[in-house]
């Protein structure tokens, strides 16, 4: 793996047309975004953290890091470390008594975790050259959570597939909020 890419979670958002869910990650250092297309229940796990809100019971992000947390295990960092064949493959670097423990995982289960762990999110350089849309683009493909679809990126926004027009930007999604995270 070459150079990693520190990258914050800029939003989570859902695609009103088609009611699809993506994370949108953005290099903390340039202008340009990583969308990570994801499913609905992974959207509301890394949104309702993002707001501050909590499920009446744990969900299974939280479970899970509520067993590491208990069992002494620190969550050092996630990797996106590669995109093949349109699926993004991301790893989960764990830490406990001074050895370092890596788990393959879906890149949404790993911003779901970091953002609970407050962590940093990095991305291999060579995913970003092929994924990532700068703030002036031309043509980048989207991919998605395990597989690519969803569209092209121009210029002015996002080219969605399935209706086969394009979507600004701007208005691609609506930020999800917390009426959507009925349980």
């Known amino acids: 793996m070459g150079r990693l890419v520190e990258m914050v979670v800029e939003s989570v ?25 994801i499913g609905a229940w992974e959207a509301s796990a890394i949104a309702m953290k993002l707001q501050g809100l909590s499920a009446e019971r744990p969900l299974t992000h939280d479970l899970f890091a509520a067993a590491l947390t208990g069992l002494g295990i620190r969550l050092d960092r996630i990797v996106i470390a590669e995109l093949a064949d349109e699926t993004y493959h991301a790893r ?13 995982a879906r890149p949404s289960d ?37 597989g690519a ?12 597939r399935d209706y086969r027009r394009e979507v600004p930007l701007e208005s ?5 909020v917390d009426e959507r995270l009925d349980m």
């Open 13 to 37: 958002r859902v695609h009103m047309l088609s009611n699809r869910h993506v994370v949108i990650l953005k290099d903390a250092e340039r202008d340009r975004y990583l969308p990570i297309w």
């Open 92 to 104: 989960l670097f764990l830490e406990h008594n001074g050895q370092v423990i890596e788990l393959d």
């Open 110 to 146: 790993c911003v779901a975790l970091a953002v609970r762990f407050d962590t940093r999110i990095l991305v291999a350089d060579e995913v970003l050259d092929q994924a990532a849309l700068e703030a002036d683009p031309g043509g980048v493909e989207e991919p998605g959570e395990g």
């Open 149 to 160: 679809g969803g569209g092209a990126r121009s210029s002015r926004g996002i080219v969605d």
């Open 172 to 176: 691609l999604a609506e930020d999800i």
